[in-house]
């Protein structure tokens, strides 16, 4: 079973940078997507970013294209999420998660089979 623990967050002003770490163990992935998605106070859970771990393909939401960059350290098995000039919108709790066998990135929470518990990202104006 795959175990996925995120890592990074805190507290930041507006500008500032923050960047989340997503850890695998359990197995080696190959054709696995993995993903950031999020979840404001009073929000649904929205997609951030994702990318393929044998290509490194890569997906942004419009909302956080050129400030946020995702990428994967396939020795470590782990995922990073590099924010940049964060809004107060960015506020939330971030996910990592993962899924077997594609060849593209979902961006729909139910396309993922595994989650970690989150990690809390506030950015003050």
């Known amino acids: 079973q795959v175990q996925l623990v995120e890592s990074g967050g805190g507290s930041v002003q507006t500008g500032g940078s923050l960047r989340l770490s997503c850890a695998a163990s359990?197995?080696?992935?190959?054709?696995?997507?993995m993903g950031w998605f999020r979840q404001g106070q009073g929000k649904e859970r929205e997609f951030v970013a994702g990318?393929?771990?044998?290509?490194?393909?890569?997906n942004y939401a419009d909302s956080v294209k050129g400030r946020f960059t995702i990428s994967r350290d396939k020795a470590k098995n782990t995922a990073y999420l590099q924010m940049n000039s964060l809004k107060p919108e960015d506020t939330a709790v971030y996910y990592c998660?993962?899924?077997?066998?594609?060849?593209?990135?979902?961006?729909?929470?139910?396309?993922?089979?595994?989650w970690g518990q989150g990690t809390q990202v506030t950015v003050s104006s």
């Open positions: 359990g197995r080696t992935f190959s054709n696995d997507a």
């Open positions: 998660a993962a899924d077997r066998l594609r060849s593209y990135v979902p961006t729909t929470q139910a396309s993922y089979e595994y």
């Open positions: 990318i393929m771990w044998s290509d490194g393909w890569t």
